[in-house]
């Protein structure tokens, strides 16, 4: 999708992916089909572009700063490493003021004995520090059970938080330019099934308070991390109307690929502005917009969601379908009521 | 632009040009460069795809009669072959009862002298029956000229055309599907400059008396034909409110590019779908526009236009400034006033 808005600017795409056949491939230049970690193949690729973006947070740092020496790669290292460790991740959000839920580090069971203590917990969940998403890497942990027992699923470090009973999930997204413009989407109203994202809807239909607080959250990561590019922040809405931020993601988001059809500028126009020293453009948001996700065969069953006015299909051209993979998505546009944020 | 859409339902596009660097090329699966009569190329090109359509009207019909003997060719070469020659073009619209200016074969000398006596007309145009465009081969020719140095510079057969006092042009595009549904985008108000498309504004602000007089012509020439694909015609309203078709494209059209932005399907998006048999969706029309056209070195002084509020640069990435080429547009969005007919 970042490959369509650039061809929008008549930019050339070379992709470095280790997958054969991937989308993004089928609709760009050049493809090169290599490990994260082949210095080679990685320095080919370098020499054939003026700039480097990645919209995936789980690839090597390493890998960044190997081609950062060649050419420009957006967004920076920094990002990208909070984004890939909760730990980092929570460190970096409470040093620069901004809430999340409360955590600790998992040392062995006395921490988790101390996090129920100490939040007069009866349950906590634990989650693995990298590599997580979509509910995997997690797991829900009564103060009755077996901790050895339950941790045996989880790989590598991890990271107990508290159990948040929250009313609701928004995410908002920024991209930011050289010049340090900066502009936002949404924040959007989250709905998860099965621990992956269900539907996005925006407005997210919630206070201009909390709006408001969310937007200024975000901007205040950016310009910590003087961002050029894009970022997704995830945040719980508490019961009480507390913003706790969850989860940084380095690039666009499932949960503003609404932005395609509701506004003049995508997410992904303003990632491909923002990484190739364009100056990002208010998204003019024009329509309100409900986004679902297609997962799995529910490709396969769109017919009835598409006889609905407003509805727009993206299918990914993903060839193989499996179970919780995510095939497409179905924008459904309606007139424009209130407006958010930035706008 | 049409592989972009067509990359939006996950199909995979395979492009047959005779150009080297084409822009379609850089954002599709897979390119032939070869002659549009090269038979074992076109064969290849054939075994590689399920659906053939086109883009240029000057491809030729021979073409489409050989790749229709392997895979589906939409639309079909009737079509084609209306589009080329302005005298079959004349002869079809009138055979179906639709107005266009009047004209005459030139044969000789005599005919154009026969023109202005019956047509009581001062001047006439002289066209080339094919491969015009952009006002390139015609000529006005005055009662008072040389006719023979006059011709000169006119290859092959030659129309003469009576000269219409029109007071706009517009335009109408239509797409239907193999179910025989069909949509339309505009009227569309067309303003040129040196012979060239220069803005296009939706809505056209004509009476809705005149659009749906388009309307109706636009869907009787595409049920005449069986129109499997997208159409445009262009007409002349003349100053007492006459409509007089001028030309049929076989293709989506320049005239047509603001609905890729004001419009939730474009006329691309119509186009992939109509020759993939999927059916036509109304293209839900959700702002005005403006349409202006980047010619030769506009595209690099676009700065100012883009600092207008609802500006949307879209660069061909072609690689050669030339005069004269398009290369790239810009759409300008308000928020949408009345409806078109087809809304």
Sequence with gaps: MSALAAANLGITVHIYTPEKNSPASKVSAHTIVADYTDHKALSVFAKGVDAITYEFEN?????????????????????????????????????????????????????????????????????????????????????????????????????????????????????????????????????HKDHILHTTTVPAGISSEIAKQADKIIKNIAQNIDLKGVLTLELFVTKDGKLLANEIAPRTHNSGHWSMDACLYSQFDNHIRSVCDLTVIEPQRHSDAIMLNLIGDDILKVEKQMKKKGAYLHNYGKTEIRKGRKMGHINFLSPKTSPTTSE
Tied chains: 1, 2.
């Design 59 to 191: 690839i090597p740092v390493e890998t960044v700063n190997f081609l950062k020496q060649k050419k420009p790669v957006f967004p920076d290292e920094k990002l990208l490493e909070v984004s890939q460790d909760r730990i980092i991740e929570k460190s970096f959000l409470n040093e620069i003021g901004i809430e999340t839920t409360r955590w600790k580090r998992f040392e062995n069971k006395q921490s988790a004995l101390d996090a129920f203590e100490e939040w007069n917990a009866n349950a906590v969940i634990l989650k693995t520090t990298r590599f997580g998403y979509d509910g995997k890497g997690q797991i829900k942990l009564f103060k009755s059970e077996n901790i050895n027992e339950a941790i045996k699923h989880l790989n590598g470090e991890i990271i107990i938080e508290e159990m948040v009973d929250f009313s609701y999930e928004i995410s908002i997204i920024c991209a930011r330019d050289v010049k340090k413009n900066i502009i936002t989407y949404g924040p959007m109203l989250n709905e």
